[in-house]
């Protein structure tokens, strides 16, 4: 392993000038090992949302890889090993921005560390597999000393005559080319045409060149996008056994897995690329299922839910939708005192609640991405949340109102007196 170790570091690759994105990490890693550099660049942005192990490798391979064109890379070019492309100002910069990423990775939890264990196996092991198919970067030519190490005598002898060797008198090509022919040429081996032994020989017929065999096109996407629903099913399936751990967000991150596998997998036979239309999707939805809505989605159905009940008793526990909107109006409620507990939620959508001018009212708004305006505060953005108890103009006492107003993805929750 320390062999394999010294290698890739004495073979690393180098960032190219032409193809890259950013700083071409992912376009020197597929030039080295002969793979396609999208493959690196899906699994850098995969991994970035492990604890952030993606962004900060990049980081690093920003460092420790020197551009094509460069004797040695940015950090070795800073400890005066040699030049580099990059200024040691932005690669001051660069190592300062480690600091908040290796924060962020150990701020993670596991997630961090699976991602980190995760980077670190497969570059060993694209190393170990692809060394040798992969073009092996060489340093640039090293330039030539202005001054010679040595004095050239040999410019400054004195020549030494030395008298030519008498004329001799050959044949001249062209009048050996027209002496007489005396041996059968290969289309007369039998002598019967001597008198035109001189024609040139026939030109033979060149052979056809063979056709190129077609490639035969990968099974990875098909095989992958097959093990994805072996693995969906078997998860439905054992869902009654394992409970609350088989949720849609699960789900999506072990078949986002499956296909990551499958990707790399596939890369080492020119194929897999197909399944990067599926994996975009899988990790749009896995970031909106475990950013956006962690909770999931209510059961509430779509549409526009409005209630104003009359009544403690015609108050329901909740008022639900998963997309649309919610107005619920409490200003119609017939007691004066009493106590009423209550849920307004909406995944996608609007929540607006109006309370009696004078109740007593303890409630919670919070929202995943928007704005909340609970009585007398307020707040936007991602994740706001706003707890507020008012008595009303008329101080404590009366009916008393326990609300609990959320829209779990992104919109809008309101509460007002009527």
């Known amino acids: 392993m320390e062999d394999t170790v010294k290698d890739m570091w004495a073979t690393r690759p180098r960032r190219p000038r032409r193809g890259r994105k950013v700083a071409g990490v992912a376009a020197g890693i597929g030039q080295r090992y002969g793979i396609d550099p999208v493959v690196p660049r899906v699994l850098f942005a995969v991994l ?8 900060l490798f990049y980081v690093l391979g920003w460092l420790l890889l020197p551009e094509e064109d460069d004797e040695v890379s940015p950090v070795e070019a800073l400890a005066g090993k040699g030049r580099s492309a990059t200024s040691p100002f932005f690669t001051v910069v660069l190592c ?8 962020w990775f150990l701020d993670k939890d596991f997630g961090g560390f699976f991602g980190l264990v995760a980077c670190a196996v497969l570059v060993y092991a694209l190393h170990r597999g692809r060394a040798h198919l992969g073009r092996v970067p060489e340093p640039p030519a090293q330039s030539a000393p ?15 005559y030395v008298p030519e060797p008498p004329m001799s008198s050959p044949v001249q090509p062209e009048l050996a080319d027209q002496a007489p022919r005396t041996t ?41 996008v097959g093990v994805s629903l072996l693995a969906v099913g078997g998860l439905v399936l054992a869902g009654p056994t394992l409970g609350d751990w088989v ?10 897995g499956i296909v990551g596998i499958g990707m790399f997998l596939g890369s080492f036979r020119r194929g897999g690329r197909g399944l990067i239309g599926l994996a975009a999707p899988l990790a749009a939805l896995g970031i909106a299922m475990t950013v956006v809505w962690p909770d999931g989605f209510e059961g509430g159905g779509m549409g526009d839910l409005r209630a104003q009940p009359t ?3 015609q108050v329901q526990p909740e008022y639900v939708r998963n997309v649309g909107s919610v107005e619920l109006d ?13 849920r307004a939620a909406i995944d996608v959508g609007d929540v607006t609640v109006v309370v009696p001018a004078t109740a007593d009212v303890v409630v919670r708004c919070e929202a995943g991405l928007g704005d909340v305006r609970c009585l007398t505060e307020g707040r936007g953005g991602s994740s706001p949340m706003v707890d507020v108890t008012d008595y009303g103009p ?7 109102i326990e609300l609990h107003a959320e829209a779990t993805g992104p919109g809008s929750v309101e509460v007002t007196r009527g």
């Open 48 to 55: 970035t949302f492990y604890g952030g192990a993606g962004l």
């Open 96 to 103: 300062a921005s480690l600091i908040p990423l290796f924060a």
């Open 146 to 160: 202005e001054h010679p190490s040595a004095v050239d005598y040999a410019a400054h002898t004195v020549p030494v």
């Open 184 to 224: 059968p040429p290969e289309w007369d081996p039998l002598g019967a045409a001597p008198f035109a032994w001189d024609l040139p020989e026939p030109s033979r017929p060149e052979p056809e060149a063979e056709r190129p065999v077609p490639a035969k096109r990968s099974k990875a996407g098909l095989v992958t």
């Open 247 to 256: 949720s849609v967000p699960h789900v999506i991150g072990v078949v986002l």
């Open 311 to 313: 009544t403690l008793a």
């Open 330 to 342: 409490l200003t119609a409620l017939t007691e004066k005192t009493g106590t009423v507990k209550t």
């Open 394 to 400: 008329d101080g404590p006492g009366g009916l008393r």
